[in-house]
């Protein structure tokens, strides 16, 4: 992956203070965003067929059925460990030196990273073994400070969104409402250990959210305190992005202390899946009918 060099301006970084976000368009090459296409599509293989070699759930997938009775794949995480593509991408100049500018010149540090999917995808096999829950692609209004802090991690934390598909009104965008990251808005479960970041129910109208719409290759900056959701993707084509949440350098925190778990986990059934494969025990339920 070529690294280039990307510098806010002033006005870039007035603008992200003021709304809480930013989009650069055009940041990542075609070539790049291709590849990273192509990885996503691996690593939805890799979790499916893993969770049903293993006979348990890969806890990296968070999965439901929809209205059609399809599996809606909303989102793999964490990620970097299973994708040199993905990994290199997350310490990435075009990323990491517009984040140090917004954190005042501090280093950004890597605290997590998603792959949002928002794909269906028919898998009756997974829906029968695994009984996902009913519902779809969305997510509900939130900031995601709400569940950084059940870790410790601070509202500094900042994130950026990489678009591997372009996103549109049809295919489930986030939507934000601008200059929501300056105030404190009521959460549904104000507990700080709950890792709950919903914001209760009648504070905001529809009318108040902004589609963030732009090609893929872009990179949406945005506060961890933004309110944002997503409506669902009525296509059926993928809308991707993937997400890495940095925080500032100075302060300090245990290494991968919120993914831990659901790496080790997700690792632990990939081997089983790996060691199946090996010995001749699996067959490609994926390729075969989802």
């Given at each position: 992956?070529t ?7 002033s006005?870039q970084i007035s603008e992200f ?6 989009i ?6 075609s ?11 691996r ?13 348990e ?16 794949f909303?989102?793999?995480q964490?990620?970097n460990?299973l994708s040199a593509?993905?990994?290199a991408a ?9 984040l140090?500018?917004l954190?005042e010149g ?18 009756p ?5 695994f009984q996902p ?6 997510f509900?209004?939130?900031h ?6 059940a870790q410790?991690y601070?509202?500094?934390?900042l994130?950026?969104a990489i678009t591997?598909?372009a996103t549109t009104p ?8 601008p200059g929501?990251?300056?105030e404190?808005?009521?959460l549904k479960?104000?507990?700080p250990?709950?890792?709950n970041g ?7 109208d529809p009318?108040d ?6 090609p893929?290759?872009s ?7 933004l ?8 296509t ?5 992005l993937?997400i890495?949440?940095h925080y500032?350098g100075?302060w300090?925190f245990?290494e991968?202390?919120r993914n831990r ?7 632990k ?8 494969l090996a010995r ?11």
């Open positions: 992956m690294t280039l060099t990307t510098s806010l301006t006005a203070h003021e709304r809480g976000f930013l650069l368009p055009g940041v990542f090459s070539d790049e965003v291709g590849e990273m296409a192509r990885e996503a599509d690593l939805l293989e890799l979790a499916i067929n893993s969770s049903l070699a293993a006979g759930r890969n806890p990296r997938c968070d999965v439901s059925v929809n209205a059609e009775g399809r599996l809606d909303r989102k793999l964490p990620v460990d593509v993905i990994r997350s310490k990435d100049d075009r990323l990491l030196i517009p140090s500018q954190m501090q280093k950004p540090v890597l605290m997590e990273e998603k792959l949002n999917y928002k794909q269906k995808i028919d898998c096999a997974y829906i029968e073994r829950r009913q519902g779809d692609s969305r509900s209004l939130h995601d400070w709400g569940y950084y802090r410790g601070p509202p500094e934390t994130s950026s591997i598909d049809e295919n489930g965008p986030i939507r934000v409402i929501t990251h300056r404190d808005y009521p479960n104000p507990d250990s709950s890792g919903e914001i209760v129910d009648g504070v905001f009318e959210r902004v589609d963030v719409l732009a893929a290759g990179v949406m900056l945005f506060h961890s305190k309110l944002h959701d997503s409506k669902p993707n009525r059926d084509l993928p809308r991707r993937m890495y949440s500032p100075n300090e245990e991968d202390k778990w659901g790496r080790e986990a997700g690792q059934i990939e081997r089983a899946y790996r060691e199946k001749g025990e699996y067959v490609d339920v994926f390729s075969l009918y989802c």
